[in-house]
């Protein structure tokens, strides 16, 4: 069975950092893409980056650009963002998900003074 | 960036069909846009019942198909039940970077 377990949501304030993390089981990591992707309270689906299997591709959306990092470890069949520079738009539940529709159950980063 | 477009609300019978479609602001949707179909229900985390246009899960009912259709994508639902009310999303793939829809808010009634 497929499991992908986020963690590392948290409240912060803005300018903060956080580390999400996505750990994985029951599928060959390490053959596929990898993505995050970000709901905002009451709003629609969001992506917001993705990472190739060997981690040599990475794609963002425009507005993390240059504050976000997407990262992965193949040994620990796991997928991470960084997020730096938070702002309140920020604030949503993130989510992980595979190139093969395997989704997490999110966890809530709240970006707030 | 692509704009991801799909009908914002849907209200089909119990028991009949609805067709779901998604287009793109580029052009036609393609395969090459890996196109998904995404379930979500209130308080629930999102459900993939189709990728690649028509690869489908284990879980995704039978009474649910993918396709592509008049250069849209297309999820067809035949047979509605009560429980298929939901949001769906589409997502499209541009250059591995990838755009969600709007969604769709399926009413069942």
């Known amino acids: 069975e497929v499991q992908l377990v986020e963690s590392g949501g948290a409240l912060v304030q803005p300018g903060g950092s956080l580390r999400l993390s996505c750990a994985t089981s029951?599928?060959?990591?390490?053959?596929?893409?990898m993505g995050w992707v970000r709901q905002a309270p009451g709003k629609g689906l969001e992506w917001v980056a993705s990472?190739?299997?060997?981690?040599?591709?990475?794609y963002f959306v425009d507005s993390v650009k240059d504050r976000f990092a997407i990262s992965r470890d193949n040994m620990k069949n796991s997928l991470y963002l960084r997020m730096n520079s938070l702002r309140a738009e920020d604030t949503a539940l993130y989510y992980c998900?595979?190139?093969?529709?395997?989704w997490g159950q999110g966890t809530l980063v709240t970006v707030s003074s | 960036q692509a704009v991801v477009t799909q009908e914002p609300s849907l209200t089909v019978s119990p028991g009949g069909t609805v067709t779901l479609t998604c287009g793109s602001s580029t052009g036609a949707v393609t395969s090459g846009h890996y196109p998904y179909w995404i379930q979500q229900k209130p308080g629930q985390a999102p459900r993939t019942l189709f990728y690649r246009a028509t690869n489908k899960h284990s879980w995704t009912p039978a009474r649910f198909s993918g396709s592509l259709l008049g250069g849209r994508a297309a999820l067809t639902l035949s047979g509605a039940q009560p429980e298929d009310e939901a949001d769906y999303y589409c997502l499209l793939s541009y250059s591995n970077s990838g755009v969600f829809g709007g969604g769709t808010k399926l009413t069942v009634l």
């Open positions: 029951g599928l060959t990591f390490n053959s596929y893409w």
């Open positions: 990472l190739n299997p060997d981690a040599s591709e990475k």
């Open positions: 998900m595979t190139e093969t529709g395997y």
